[in-house]
């Protein structure tokens, strides 16, 4: 894991600019940093780099790293580069180091544009071809490493973090209104269903996506992976197998690590199963990080302890300690250049600063198995549509008022023909953007956003959807934020090509069954995680209450949220001044109240 920016372009960079931009670089690489500059004709090319390390420790392995007349930078983990070196070596390739950068430099030579199809990984890296004059930029397949892109009339910047951008091109960026009132209407899910950020300028580049630019300045976009959805038949004791062995592969190959690796552990299936699988499976002794949360609904301790005590691992309770989370809010807006998307991942922030006090660098946690294998409560009542006119649906329904719905909070889910009667039905995902559009000085028309069609299965496109588009890409860049800001590395093992794909044979009807989500999932880990959660069907989440870090009662928080501010160019303060003196505060309001404070607190910060 690693911090890379760079630029191609008609400009030169002075050397205290460059020097600066790797100051800011150090929490994503604090073992080295450096920087290599290319000219040719009219044309510069600056590569800056700096290096968490985390395989082959030696200074060899240190970037920008150059061979084959290429250079590269780059951000991530190659998993299989043992693999792919060994082919390599077959075809006469030579390494001098032990590192995942030149095996990945090497395949590139070898392959080319071709070079995706090869790489199990997390990945966000740049390669000067100095032969070509090309500059070649790739995102991985689902996104988990950031790749910022920033257009000017003199060339082009690029990034892990926006903050790099700016220093590099020492221009002043325009805030995204736009982006602001779509985030404070729709919530985190509307933040990736384009390429834009909260910069009018900065654009991502896209997961599964590569930019090609060659000396003219032309740019070619390849998007080099679409998910396959097959209509072919599979048995299900076929898929099961396959989902297992490519779930137990994927763990196998990211544990390969030259420092030491940590476990985010919940009470949950995904967490909890793959902690078992390291130290039952692969014998790897772990450790385990928790957030203890005392409120009824968001306690998962018994489960957590339940996972500790039959890993007998080293396990670390982190409780939720609400004492100066203000200044860590700012602290955090400020780092990733962005409000926060919800309260979980400030609170999140307590797991990453614990671990950083160790000598682990790498930390895994189970993101995207919800996507991958259907685990929320929204994704049972799309399952029920699978069945749509069919004579099993009463059964299926039994089913779910048997198991799920004692369960459910949300209103919106208490009712089993919600998507029957009305599939493209979303309003349960942006609850009163009616109410909240009415805190805007500008009247905007609410238009609630639409799916992508990857295929006619309701269930499988919603997991698709919110795999590529929603929910994933945002618990990735806040993920990702988050350890950076710490100096560890996150890898994500349901985020793995082959296991994505073993789980698209699954049939959409076959996901949920006997009124359990994640089926396949807790059975490909029989025998492996202890009953006790493989089989809950509770589904907990993570949450916390913004009462917990502040008091709107007291004068203090009054004037914090109601002081002066650019945040009331956007907002009508008597809107808020009276949202915040309600005695009862649901939770769609208290969601509210949290984006607006950190709008609040990110226009200060980036005045407009």
Not at 158 to 185: A, V
Not at 468 to 495: A, C, G, H, Q
Not at 498 to 510: C, H, N, R, V
């Amino acid at each position: 894991m690693c911090g890379i920016a760079g630029f191609i372009g008609k400009i030169n960079i002075e050397k205290s600019i460059i020097k600066e931009t790797l100051n800011l670089m150090v929490n994503r690489g604090p073992d080295n940093s450096n920087y290599e500059v290319y000219k040719t004709q009219d044309l510069s090319v600056y590569l800056l780099h700096s290096r968490l390390s985390i395989i082959d420790l030696t200074d060899k392995s240190n970037q920008p790293f150059t061979a084959f007349n290429k250079t590269i930078i780059f951000n991530g983990e190659i998993y299989n580069y043992v693999e792919i070196r060994k082919q390599l070596e077959k075809k006469g390739y030579k390494f001098i180091t032990d590192s995942d950068t030149e095996v990945l430099l090497a395949a590139f030579e070898e392959y080319g544009e071709k070079i995706h199809n090869y790489l199990t990984g997390m990945w966000a890296f740049a390669i000067w071809d100095d032969k070509k004059k090309t500059l070649f930029l790739s995102r991985d397949i689902f996104g988990e490493k950031p790749l910022y892109f920033y257009e000017t009339n003199h060339g082009y910047y690029f990034g892990s973090e926006i903050k790099f951008l700016k220093s590099l091109s020492k221009d002043s960026l325009d805030i995204n209104l736009n982006y602001i009132e779509n985030f404070i209407k729709y919530g985190y899910r509307i933040l990736n269903k384009s390429n834009e950020t909260f910069f009018t300028e900065v654009k991502r580049i896209q997961s599964s996506h590569a930019i090609i630019i060659n000396d003219n300045l032309s740019i070619r976009l390849l998007k080099y992976y679409t998910p396959k959805l097959t209509q072919e038949i599979h048995s299900p004791r076929e898929v099961l197998d396959e989902v297992k062995n490519n779930l137990l592969e994927s763990m196998r190959l990211r544990l390969r690590s030259d420092v030491p690796i940590s476990f985010c552990l919940s009470g949950g299936v995904d967490s909890s199963g793959l902690a078992s699988i390291a130290a039952k499976v692969f014998n790897y002794k772990i450790k385990t990080y928790s957030i203890i949360d005392t409120h009824e609904n968001y306690n998962e301790e018994e489960n957590i302890l339940e996972t500790v005590n039959d890993l007998s691992c080293e396990h670390t309770s982190i409780n939720l300690n609400y004492s100066n989370m203000l200044g860590r809010l700012e602290t955090l807006i400020d780092y990733h250049d962005s409000p926060i998307s919800t309260i979980s991942y400030l609170v999140h922030s307590l797991i990453s600063e614990k671990i950083s006090n160790t000598s682990s660098k790498v930390v895994i946690s189970g993101t995207g198995a919800d996507e991958l294998f259907s685990g929320y409560y929204d994704h049972y009542l799309f399952h029920l549509c699978e069945f749509k006119n069919q004579n099993v649906l009463k059964e299926k329904i039994d089913l779910w008022l048997k198991f799920i719905k004692p369960l459910v909070r949300n209103k919106f889910l208490k009712d089993p023909n919600l998507y029957i009667n009305d599939p493209e039905r979303r309003d349960n995902f942006y609850p009163d953007v009616e109410e909240f559009s009415k805190f805007l000085k500008v009247e905007t028309k609410t238009i609630f956003p639409k799916d992508k069609l990857f295929t006619k299965s309701i269930l499988r496109n919603r997991l698709l959807n919110e795999l590529f588009f929603e929910t994933v890409p945002v618990i990735l860049k806040e993920d990702d934020m988050n350890s950076m800001f710490y100096s560890i590395e996150n890898r994500s093992p349901f985020l793995d090509k082959k296991l994505f794909e073993s789980t698209l044979k699954i049939s959409p009807d076959e996901l949920i069954k006997g009124g359990t989500a994640k089926f396949y999932l807790r059975e490909s880990l029989k025998g492996i995680l202890n009953d006790k959660v493989r089989l809950d069907k509770k589904k907990v989440g993570f949450n916390a209450s913004i009462k917990n870090i502040f008091n709107f009662k007291t004068k203090k928080t009054q004037e914090f949220f109601l002081d002066n501010s650019p945040i009331f160019d956007i907002f009508k303060k008597t809107k808020i001044h009276f949202l915040i003196n309600k005695e009862i505060i649901n939770e769609t309001e208290q969601k509210f109240l949290f984006n607006f404070i950190n709008l609040k607190i990110f226009l200060q910060k980036n005045r407009i």
